[in-house]
């Protein structure tokens, strides 16, 4: 596990508000006829003109800058022609890199009007994040956020995948510590300053099973059940945690990079 310096981790923040920025721009372009692979084209220019570089795209040979899971599909679907219909949910899950450090957030946004069992799942996956954020304190250990996280999915009637966990980050897109979303209390390394993890509840209205299409990529629910994925990278300080991935569209400053024009 690495230890990060003050230093690394304004970095590491300035590579997480490029992947914030994009994903709320990205925000106001879901709606019923987009094409997927519009959304995947959009994020790439957008990270190149801010002089970062598409984590995922060539990771482990997967063709695109940005996951885009609907409906069942839990995490990695590739962007497609496919459009996005009214009463959808869509994940969005993004990285860069830039200036030597890694970035990563999801998040699962409606298309139109949606159900209202849908929305559930989604308010669930956001709310079981704060819950395993609550966790994140210098000398908790790992497995009390993976159990804060299982807590609250189940108690709303939900389900935790278990074949996906959340992951340290910083000079690689996955290091160590895994970070499950269920699990028992009380195990696992402490958590201790300068860690940062990337934490990302993945649940289910179904079962948790999990099934890869012949893409070799897209995993969905076995019983094709609603899926919602909530994802922020978060480092741990002497006062507790600090989301590095939420960006405030009304506050320009809080941006360490200068935008660049894109060539």
Same mark, same amino acid.
């Given at each position: %596990?690495?230890?990060?310096?003050?230093?690394?981790?304004?970095?590491? #923040?300035?590579?997480?508000?490029?992947?914030?920025?994009?994903?709320?721009?990205? *925000?106001?372009?879901?709606? $019923?006829?987009?094409?997927?692979?519009?959304?995947? @084209?959009?994020?790439?220019?957008?990270?190149?003109?801010?002089?970062?570089?598409?984590?995922?795209?060539?990771?482990?040979?997967?063709?695109?800058?940005?996951?885009?899971?609907?409906?069942?599909?839990?995490? /990695?679907?590739?962007?497609?022609?496919?459009?996005?219909?009214?009463?959808?949910?869509?994940?969005?899950?993004?990285?860069? +890199?830039?200036?030597?450090?890694?970035?990563?957030?999801?998040?699962?946004?409606?298309?139109?009007?949606?159900?209202?069992?849908? #929305?559930?799942?989604?308010?669930?996956?956001? *709310?079981?994040?704060?819950?395993?954020?609550?966790?994140?304190?210098? @000398? *908790?250990?790992?497995?009390?956020?993976?159990?804060?996280?299982?807590? !609250?999915?189940?108690?709303?009637?939900?389900?935790?995948?278990?074949?996906?966990?959340? !992951?340290?980050?910083? +000079?690689?897109? !996955? =290091? @160590?510590?895994?970070?499950?979303?269920?699990?028992? $209390?009380? #195990?696992?390394?402490?958590?201790?300053?300068? %860690?940062?993890?990337?934490? =990302?509840? %993945?649940?289910?209205?179904?079962?948790?099973?999990?099934?890869?299409?012949?893409?070799?990529?897209?995993?969905?629910? #076995?019983?094709?059940? +609603?899926?919602? /994925?909530?994802? !922020?990278?978060?480092?741990?300080?002497?006062?507790?945690?600090?989301?590095?991935?939420?960006?405030?569209?009304?506050?320009?400053?809080?941006?360490?990079?200068?935008?660049?024009? /894109?060539?």
């Amino acid at each position: %596990m690495i230890i990060y310096s003050e230093k690394e981790i304004c970095t590491i #923040r300035s590579s997480n508000q490029i992947v914030a920025k994009i994903l709320a721009e990205l *925000k106001k372009m879901i709606k $019923p006829g987009v094409q997927t692979k519009e959304l995947d @084209e959009y994020a790439e220019m957008r990270t190149r003109a801010m002089g970062a570089i598409p984590a995922f795209k060539g990771y482990r040979g997967y063709p695109s800058s940005l996951c885009t899971s609907i409906n069942e599909e839990i995490v /990695h679907g590739i962007p497609s022609s496919r459009k996005l219909q009214e009463g959808d949910i869509v994940s969005l899950d993004f990285g860069v +890199l830039y200036d030597g450090y890694y970035g990563d957030a999801a998040v699962t946004y409606p298309v139109g009007k949606i159900s209202e069992r849908a #929305r559930t799942l989604v308010e669930t996956a956001e *709310k079981a994040f704060y819950k395993g954020l609550e966790q994140m304190k210098p @000398e *908790k250990r790992i497995s009390d956020i993976s159990f804060a996280i299982q807590n !609250h999915v189940e108690a709303e009637g939900f389900s935790v995948i278990r074949t996906f966990v959340g !992951h340290g980050i910083g +000079l690689s897109l !996955h =290091e @160590e510590p895994q970070v499950p979303n269920f699990g028992s $209390p009380g #195990r696992g390394p402490k958590i201790k300053p300068g %860690m940062v993890l990337a934490i =990302e509840p %993945m649940i289910a209205v179904g079962d948790w099973n999990v099934e890869i299409l012949d893409d070799n990529w897209t995993a969905i629910t #076995r019983d094709k059940s +609603l899926s919602a /994925h909530y994802e !922020h990278t978060v480092a741990i300080t002497q006062e507790g945690a600090e989301i590095l991935s939420l960006f405030d569209d009304k506050d320009e400053g809080s941006l360490c990079f200068k935008e660049r024009e /894109h060539a």
